[in-house]
């Protein structure tokens, strides 16, 4: 019982971490940068001030569907920040950039967490089957439970691997923004706090992970007693 307490408590922060994050986004958007840039403009400055010309920023559909991808190179951000002018934009493509920025310097927590890519992207692809399957048969195959389990604590590393890269991101990005004036004294501290919850988001996903990666060994460990 108590196991399906801190479950429940793990959705509802996650539920309220989320409505929260859109509701900062939504009214630091309405704050416009004194400067006029948009958020591929801040990128794009960010990108020459640290050297990095080699990297493309772009546009994609959806929200909060922002990242970089270090396989072809490219700062890829929704439609809203994309051509946003606002606090919100320019913190989240800097946040973005600031993830080329560790690339282009070798950062060592982004280099583990993309050695993991294609194991953790085989585990989450087939990980959810295995572990309901091996929870059926535990007590006979107890073997299709710990691969799982296996496959699972993957995914549950690069969670937490990601905390220092997500964390790092955005501290590249707040230097930056204040340093080079894209944010000023007035309006800094929204995109502080902009980036800040959207922190929470990673450190509530990696120990949720982990609180699930508990359950199913404790289930593995009793079918052996």
């Given amino acids: 019982m108590s196991i399906w307490i801190i479950f429940i408590g793990f959705m509802i922060l996650s539920l309220v971490i989320s409505l929260t994050l859109k509701s900062k986004f939504k009214k630091y958007s309405k704050i416009p940068l004194e400067n006029g840039m948009s958020g591929k403009e801040v990128a794009e400055k960010m990108l020459r001030d640290n050297g990095i010309y080699d990297v493309k920023v772009e546009s994609v559909e959806g929200q909060l569907t922002d990242h970089y991808n270090p396989v072809n190179k490219t700062i890829n951000l929704s439609q809203d920040v994309f051509?946003?002018?606002?606090?919100?934009?320019?913190?989240?493509?800097a946040h973005e950039t600031g993830h080329a920025v560790q690339h282009s310097k070798a950062y060592a927590w982004l280099g583990f967490r993309?050695?993991?890519?294609?194991?953790?992207?085989?585990?989450?692809k087939?990980?959810?089957?295995?572990?309901l399957i091996g929870i059926l048969v535990v007590?006979?195959?107890?073997?299709?439970?710990?691969?799982?389990?296996?496959?699972?604590?993957?995914?549950?590393?690069?969670?937490?691997?990601?905390?220092?890269?997500?964390?790092?991101a955005s501290k590249r990005a707040l230097v930056w923004l204040s340093a080079s004036g894209i944010t000023s004294y007035e309006n800094h501290a929204f995109a502080q706090d902009a980036l800040k919850w959207a922190a929470y988001t990673y450190v509530v996903a990696a120990?949720?992970?982990?609180?699930?990666?508990?359950?199913?060994?404790m289930i593995f460990m009793g079918a052996r007693d």
């Fill in 83 to 93: 051509i946003g002018r606002n606090v919100s934009a320019a913190a989240v493509a």
């Fill in 139 to 168: 007590q006979r195959f107890p073997a299709v439970l710990f691969f799982g389990i296996i496959l699972f604590a993957f995914t549950t590393i690069f969670s937490f691997i990601t905390l220092p890269v997500e964390i790092n």
């Fill in 126 to 131: 087939y990980v959810q089957w295995i572990l």
């Fill in 114 to 124: 993309s050695n993991l890519v294609p194991a953790v992207s085989f585990a989450s």
């Fill in 207 to 217: 120990l949720g992970s982990l609180a699930a990666l508990l359950y199913y060994i």
